[in-house]
C-alpha cells in the first residue's frame, strides 16, 4: 500500500517513517542556526548545529513542505554530521537531488536547502573574525 | 483494498453486490448479452427490455418520464451533449450561456469550446459559502441569453445550490436551464418537473453504480432541440448513437432503483457519519470547514488545514483513500479552482483535504480518519519551524 | 438464450467469463474500483495501472504504442473522433473527405455532419464483390484532400477490404487515413505501422468484450492533431474526458490479449464453421453470397434467397438470432444500403440473412441452422403462388 | 421465444404455426381463382375456391409475403368458407386488420387481399350471366 507510490522513492519513505534529525538545540555555546525558504512559497527550513572542534557535532532540522523537501531535511543531518565549514560552504544541492531521487519540478526546493546550509557555513561561530 | 480507508466516495464508488449481480446477468453467453437494438430476434428483445426497464428506473428517480433519458457514457459526455448540443442548436436565438465558476471541468470546458464557437460565457462567481442564488443568475440574464447551467451539488465541497429557485427563474424567462446532477442525484430528490430543469447530467459511479455510463434527462415538452455529439446507428432517438451497453445500463437503472429505495435513510446514515467527522476534526487547531454549513450534501466533507503541507498530509494519510480536490483535478498540483473562488488561499486550498463517504462507510472508517488527521497534523506542525525566527 | 441457437455474433457476442471476471475484480468494495485518476491514493494508483496494462494489451494486438492508445466508449465514439477530430483540426488544409458507400453509419452520418460544416465527401461505389482499391481511392484524392477513411472488414457481408495497399497511398500523399476496425481487429492481423494507419477505431463488444468501450488509436509521431468531442477533465491527454471506467477498460485488454493469443487457431476454427455453414446454404435453390468469395473475414456469412419474403424468413427462424442487416439498421424496414451499393435489387436486399459466428458457435449451430433456413425456405416457397400465373 | 415478439399477436402466430388453408384446389366445375398483388411489391396473393350452391365450399390460399400477410390469408380461408358472393363482393380489410392486430404501416397489404377477394367475387362461376 505504500510502497507503490511511484512519486516517492525508498530513501524518502525511510526518511519520512521516522524524521530522524528533527528537532533542535538548546542555544548555548557552539550553536549556530541557519533559516532559509518561506513558508507561503511552500518549502521553509531552519537547522540548528553545534560546532565542535570546528566540525559539526549535532545537526538538527524544522522543515515546512513536501515529503521530498522533509526527508531531504533529514537526510542533510545525518550527510553533515563531522562536516567543517569548507564542506558547508561547497555542499551541492545535487547531492540530495539524487540521494533522494527528487523530481526536477522540486529542485528548487532543494536550493532552499542548500541556502540553509550555506548560511550555517555564513553563521560558523567565530565567522566574522578570521579564524584560518 | 482492505489495507487503506476508502474515503474518496466523490471520486468514484465501489459498485453495490446486487448492482454487479444485474450486471452479470448481461454479460455471459447465458446471460442477456445481445445487442438491445437487435430486437428481430428474441434475445435482443430480452435486451431491449431491460435497457427500457432500466430507463424507467432512472427516470423515476428524478421525477422524469422514461423517454426522457438519453444514455451516455457518463456525466462528461451528459455535460458535453446538454452544453454543446443545446447552444449550437439554439444559437440562432442568442449566444449567450450563464455558469459558475465552481462547475466541473466537464461543464466548464464544455464553455470554454462554446467560447471558441463564438458563445459568450459569463462565470458567476459563489459567495463565500459556494453558494449561487437565484438572484445573481437573474443579474446575468441578457436578451441573448439561452442557456444556464448550475451544478446541484458541487463535487468538492458537497454544497447544495438552489436549483429549483433558478429554474422557476428560467423558465419564466424562457432560458434552458442545464443541471449537473453527478453528485446529488439519488442523494436528494431532485424533480425535473417541480425545478423546472430542461436538461440533467447524471452518471452512475457515484451512487455505487458502474464507471462509463450516465444519461442526460431532457425535456420533450415542448421537444428541446439538441445537436448530437455522436453520429450513427441512430440510438436514443438519433440523439447518441453506439451500440447501448447493455450490462452498464442495467447497472446504473439497479443503482439508482436502490438508491431510491434507501434515500432518506442512507442520506441521514452518512450525513451522520459526516458529521462525526467534523466534529472530530473541527477541534483541530487551524481547522476551517469549505462550503456552507448547513445547505450541504450528506457525503461530502471539504476541510482546510492552516500552516500544513497538503502533500505532505496526503502523505501522511496513505492509509486512506482521500482527496486534496476534485479527481479530475488530482494529477496537476494547482491549488483547487473551486477552492481559490470561494477566496481561500492559495496555500489554504493546498492545504485541505475532502473526506467522502459512501453507502460502506463506518463508523470505524470514520473514527480512524479524525486519529490519524489528527496525527498527521500534529506530527507535521511538530516538525515546522516556528512562526517568528526563532 | 438456451432456447436459441445465437448466430449474430456481428451485432454483438457473449462476453468471455475470463473477461467478466477480469472485470468483476474492478467492480466491488474488494476490488479495484478506484479512480485512476486519483493516483495521490494506493487505490486508485493501483486502478491506473489496470488501465495501463489494458492499454498496451490493446496497442500491442494493432501494432501501437501504448500511449496512441484513446480510450472511447465504442468504435461509434471513435469513429467520430476520429472524422470529426481530425476534419475539424486540419480544416486549414482543405476540406475534402473520401470515403465508401458501404461504410458503417458511424462513418457515414459522422460524414453528413461533416458535409453540414461544410466538407466535401466523396462515397465511393465498391464494386460488386464489396471491395474498394487503392486505385480507386487514387483516383477520389484531390489537392484539398484531408482524410480517407475505409473500413477493414464489412460488419454486414464480411469482405475485408486492403487496408494496408489504401494506407500506403495515403501516406505517400500525405493525406490522414482511418479505419474502422471493429469488426476485424483481433481476429485478422492488423498493424498500423505496416498498413499506414494513421487512426484506427476499435471496440470490444465485437469479441467477447464488453458493450460500450472501445478506442482509438491515434499515429503519435508525428503528432495528429485532432479537437475533442468531450471536454472536461482532460483525461486521455485532453483527447477524451470523462472518468475512466476501469472495469470496461480492463474488460477490452482482456478480450483483446484472449483474442490476440488465439487469433490464428480461433480464426481457422471459425471459418471452418462459415465454409460449413455455405456449403449447407449454397445447395439451396435460388441462394446468392454477398461479397467477394475468398477476402472475407471468417465470421460473417451474408446471403441473399431469391423469392422468399425477408420478414417471413426470419420469422421462421425464430429459433435463431440471426440478422436481416446491420444491427444497427435492423428497427427499420429499409433494404440494407450495404447490399443496394453492392447492386443487389430491394427484393434480394430484404431476402437476405446475415449469420455470424464466434466464439462460442458450435458445428450443432451450424448445422441446425442449415436445417431451418432450408425448411423455412421450402415452407415459404411452397405457399407462395406459382410464378407464371396458373 | 417465440411468444415475445410484439411485432406479431396471438393470431398472426396461430396462424403461421400451421398456414392452415394453404394450397389450392384442382381445376374443376364450380372452381374459381383470383390473384392480387405483386410480389416486387412484397406481397402476392392467389386464391382458389370451389363454389357449391352459391356458397364457398373451400378456399384456400397461396401467399408470398410477410407474416402478417401469410397469417390474414390463412384467416381468410377459415373465415369466408360458407359465404355467398354477395358477402365477397361486400369484405371489407377492416375485418382482418382488427383480427390479427396488423400495424397501420402494412394496411396497404390488407388491400391486396381485399383485392383477391373481390377478384373471386367478379370470377364467380357464372358471374357473366345475371344469376339471382
Ligand atoms: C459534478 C460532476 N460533474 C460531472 C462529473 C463527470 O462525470 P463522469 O465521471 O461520469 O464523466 C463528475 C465526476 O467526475 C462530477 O463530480
Ligand atoms: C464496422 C462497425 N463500425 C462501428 C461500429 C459501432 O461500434 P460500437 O457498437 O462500439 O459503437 C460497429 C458495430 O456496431 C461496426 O460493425
Redesign the interface.
Known amino acids: 500500500?505504500?510502497g507503490?507510490?511511484?512519486r516517492?522513492g525508498a530513501e524518502v519513505r525511510r526518511r519520512?517513517a521516522t524524521?530522524a534529525g528533527?528537532g533542535?538545540l538548546p542555544p548555548g555555546p557552539g550553536v549556530v542556526?541557519a533559516?532559509a525558504g518561506d513558508?507561503?512559497q511552500?518549502a521553509?527550513?531552519?537547522l540548528t548545529g553545534r560546532v565542535e572542534s570546528r566540525r559539526l557535532a549535532d545537526l538538527r532540522f524544522?522543515?515546512?513542505?513536501?515529503?521530498h523537501f522533509?526527508a531531504a531535511a533529514s537526510w542533510l543531518t545525518g550527510q553533515l554530521r563531522g562536516a567543517d565549514r569548507a564542506a558547508l560552504e561547497g555542499w551541492d544541492w545535487r547531492a540530495a537531488a539524487d540521494a533522494l531521487e527528487v523530481p526536477p519540478a522540486k529542485f528548487g526546493r532543494l536550493l532552499t536547502l542548500q541556502d540553509a546550509v550555506r548560511g550555517l557555513a555564513r553563521n560558523w561561530p567565530g565567522a566574522g573574525e578570521s579564524t584560518v | 483494498m482492505e489495507d487503506v480507508v476508502y474515503l474518496d466516495n466523490a471520486a468514484t464508488t465501489a459498485v453495490d453486490p446486487r448492482v454487479a449481480e444485474a450486471m452479470l446477468e448481461c454479460l455471459g453467453a447465458h446471460g442477456d448479452y445481445a445487442n438491445p437494438s437487435a430486437t428481430s430476434h428474441a434475445p435482443g428483445r430480452r435486451a431491449r427490455a431491460r435497457v427500457e426497464q432500466a430507463r424507467a428506473e432512472v427516470a423515476g428517480v428524478v421525477g422524469a418520464r422514461p423517454e426522457q433519458i438519453v444514455w451516455t457514457s457518463g456525466a462528461t459526455e451528459a455535460d458535453n451533449l446538454a452544453l454543446l448540443g443545446a447552444a449550437r442548436y439554439h444559437r440562432p436565438r442568442g449566444r449567450h450561456v450563464v455558469t459558475s465558476r465552481t462547475e466541473h471541468p466537464a461543464v466548464l470546458d464544455a464553455c470554454r469550446q462554446l467560447e471558441r464557437e463564438g458563445f459568450e460565457v459569463t462565470y458567476l462567481k459563489p459567495a463565500e459559502d459556494g453558494l449561487v442564488e437565484a438572484p445573481q443568475v437573474e443579474a446575468a440574464l441578457r436578451p441573448d441569453t439561452i442557456l444556464v447551467s448550475l451544478m446541484h451539488v458541487n463535487n468538492e465541497i458537497g454544497v447544495v445550490q438552489d436549483v429549483g429557485a433558478v429554474g422557476r427563474l428560467c423558465r419564466d424567462r424562457a432560458v434552458l436551464f442545464h443541471v449537473d446532477a453527478a453528485q446529488g442525484a439519488g442523494k436528494l430528490p431532485l424533480d425535473v418537473e417541480r425545478d423546472c430543469i430542461d436538461l440533467l447530467a447524471l452518471t452512475a459511479h457515484k451512487l455505487h453504480g458502474p464507471k462509463g455510463v450516465g444519461a442526460l434527462c431532457v425535456r420533450r415538452e415542448p421537444r428541446l432541440g439538441l445537436v448530437p455529439l455522436l453520429h450513427g446507428g441512430g440510438q436514443e432517438r438519433g440523439l447518441r448513437s453506439g451500440t447501448l451497453a447493455t450490462h452498464q445500463v442495467v447497472g446504473m437503472g439497479a443503482a439508482f432503483r436502490i438508491a431510491a429505495a434507501s434515500m432518506a435513510e442512507e442520506s441521514a446514515r452518512i450525513a451522520g457519519l459526516r458529521d462525526r467527522l467534523w466534529e472530530g476534526l473541527r477541534r483541530l487547531p487551524g481547522t476551517l470547514l469549505n462550503g456552507h454549513p448547513m445547505r450541504r450534501a450528506p457525503g461530502i466533507l471539504s476541510i482546510s488545514f492552516d500552516d500544513v503541507d497538503g502533500e505532505s498530509l496526503l502523505y501522511e494519510l496513505r492509509g486512506f483513500a482521500v482527496s486534496s480536490g476534485s479527481a479530475c483535478a488530482t494529477t496537476n498540483a494547482e491549488p483547487s479552482y473551486v477552492l481559490r473562488a470561494l477566496g481561500r488561499s492559495d496555500r489554504l486550498a493546498q492545504g485541505s483535504l475532502r473526506l467522502s463517504l459512501g453507502r460502506y462507510s463506518t463508523v470505524g472508517d470514520v473514527d480512524a480518519a479524525v486519529a490519524a488527521v489528527g496525527a498527521a497534523i500534529a506530527r507535521l506542525r511538530a516538525v515546522a519551524p516556528p512562526r517568528s525566527p526563532a
Open positions: 500500500m505504500t507503490d507510490d511511484p516517492y519520512m524524521l528533527a533542535d542556526t533559516r513558508r507561503e511552500g521553509e527550513i531552519l524544522r522543515a515546512y513542505g513536501c515529503p522533509l
